[in-house]
């Protein structure tokens, strides 16, 4: 079954414990990226990546850091989680500039 | 900077009844996507529109895509229940993806 995974489904943590949610897709798509979603905003881009080895900046990156090593996987790091941060993060792949974006099912991120 | 806004942000239908969704662009691209988001859920992309003048259907919605006003629009034709949920519209600005704050949707019987 072709999907976008994403772990773990919801994470609360404390102000500065770094943390990695991971995301993978099984469909050999080239462009992946992350978002967080926060009432009101629509989803907003973090980063994407068009194939490994390759990231690039979105919308709102501050405080974030991706890696893409594998052209599977895509894991978003938050280094130094500040509150600000609690929001819903999806995670999304396509072929590159030619599909609508499959998208993970969520993780739901507190940070006290 | 690129912006996007939909309007309405909020729509209560009648069932049977007709509505438009505009999402406005603040600059130059060609390609541009529709998703659904039902509550608690994720995003399920429904329409791709890649070029000037695309019109894509699928059952009660139908997207169309005019770039050269910058203006996409998510017809519903005789709104069912079902159809209840949000409504983005995404623009691609060469690979960085900048979406509209969304429309939540009601049809009421």
């Known amino acids: 079954e072709a999907q976008v995974t994403q772990n773990p489904r919801y994470l609360i943590t404390v102000t500065g414990k770094k943390l990695t949610v991971t995301c993978s897709q099984n469909m050999n798509h080239e462009y992946m990226s992350w978002y967080r979603q926060d009432p009101g905003l629509g989803l907003r881009q973090i980063y994407y990546?068009?194939?490994?080895?390759?990231?690039d900046k979105g919308d709102v990156p501050e405080g974030y850091k991706v890696s893409r090593k594998e052209k599977r996987n895509f894991p978003l790091i938050l280094e130094s989680p500040s509150p600000n941060q609690t929001s819903l993060y999806f995670c999304?792949?396509?072929?590159?500039?030619?599909?609508?974006?499959?998208f993970g099912p969520g993780t739901r991120l507190t940070v006290l | 900077e690129l912006k996007v806004e939909q309007n309405p942000l909020f729509l209560s239908m009648q069932e049977g009844k007709n509505y438009t969704i505009y999402c406005n662009y603040s600059t130059t691209s060609d390609r541009l996507y529709w998703y659904r988001q039902d509550p608690g859920k994720s995003l399920e992309s429904l329409f791709v529109l890649l070029s000037n003048g695309a019109v894509k259907q699928e059952g009660r919605l139908m997207a169309s895509l005019d770039t050269k006003a910058r203006l996409s629009t998510l017809h519903i034709t005789a709104a069912v229940h079902d159809l209840s949920a949000t409504y983005f519209c995404?623009?691609?600005?060469?690979?960085?993806?900048?979406f509209g704050a969304g429309t939540r949707l009601t049809v009421k019987p």
């Open positions: 995404a623009v691609d600005n060469n690979n960085d993806m900048r």
């Open positions: 990546s068009m194939n490994v080895e390759v990231t």
């Open positions: 999304a792949s396509s072929l590159l500039g030619r599909g609508g974006q499959f």
